[in-house]
């Protein structure tokens, strides 16, 4: 199975902070990456697919880059909702792997 | 409005089985593959199967194959998720998730599955 590390898996950020979240293939998977919000009780929620489509109704602030095996999210400038668990995952070959996660907490 | 709505959680023995539904409005449902998802304490999100719009073709990850069994039926708008054998490890929330335009969309709000004697 692709493994998927994240990095790091915890960050204290403020508002108004650019934040730059990791996440590496253990092989190729072309831009076959998703990036998922989690805020405690939830379900996750699509924030980027295909490495760097935008879902709709995501706010532009959060942008996403990589191909092969090195991805990256960014948010450009933290706002208050943006504090939550942050997972990316790959759907290039089955089974799907989910990174272990990067918290994202108020500094 | 979208809604996806799991049900036939609770709590099993080890060994045990349970059969988790979900039920989907808003979209075509027919229209969309679909997935099952876990969140446990020990390995965290987990994608654990698939099934196509048809339901012709499934998949499974290793931790699940041959105990779980994926199924849907297209005129009821409904997916299920048979699980036998189960042990403490599959204790966690089980998500049911559709999948389209590359992306895990709808995501219904989750069920506790509690594995214990």
């Known amino acids: 199975a692709i493994q998927m590390t994240q990095s790091p898996s915890s960050l204290s950020a403020s508002v108004g902070d650019r934040v730059t979240i990791a996440c590496r293939a253990s092989q190729g998977i072309r831009n076959d990456l998703g990036w998922y919000q989690q805020k405690p009780g939830k379900a996750p929620k699509v924030l980027i697919y295909g490495a760097s489509s935008l879902h709709i109704g995501v706010p532009s602030r959060f942008s996403g880059t990589g191909f092969g095996t090195d991805f990256t999210l960014t948010i450009s400038s933290l706002q208050p909702d943006d504090f939550a668990t942050y997972y990316c995952l790959q759907d290039h070959d089955y089974p799907w792997t989910f990174g272990q996660g990067t918290k994202v907490e108020m500094k | 409005e979208v809604q996806v709505v799991e049900s036939g959680g609770g709590v099993v023995q080890p060994g045990g089985s349970l059969r988790l539904s979900c039920t989907a409005s808003?979209?075509?449902?027919?229209?969309?593959?679909m997935n099952w998802v876990r969140q446990t304490p020990g390995r965290g999100l987990e994608w654990i199967s698939y099934?196509?719009?048809?339901?012709?073709?499934?998949f499974y990850s290793d931790s699940v194959k041959g105990r779980f069994t994926i199924s849907r039926d297209n005129a009821k708008k409904s997916l299920f998720l048979q699980m036998n054998s189960l042990s403490a490890d599959d204790t966690g929330v089980y998500y049911c998730v559709s999948w389209y335009s590359s992306a895990l969309d709808y995501w219904g709000q989750g069920i506790l599955v509690p594995v214990s004697p």
């Open positions: 099934i196509s719009d048809s339901g012709s073709t499934i």
């Open positions: 808003g979209f075509t449902f027919s229209d969309y593959e």
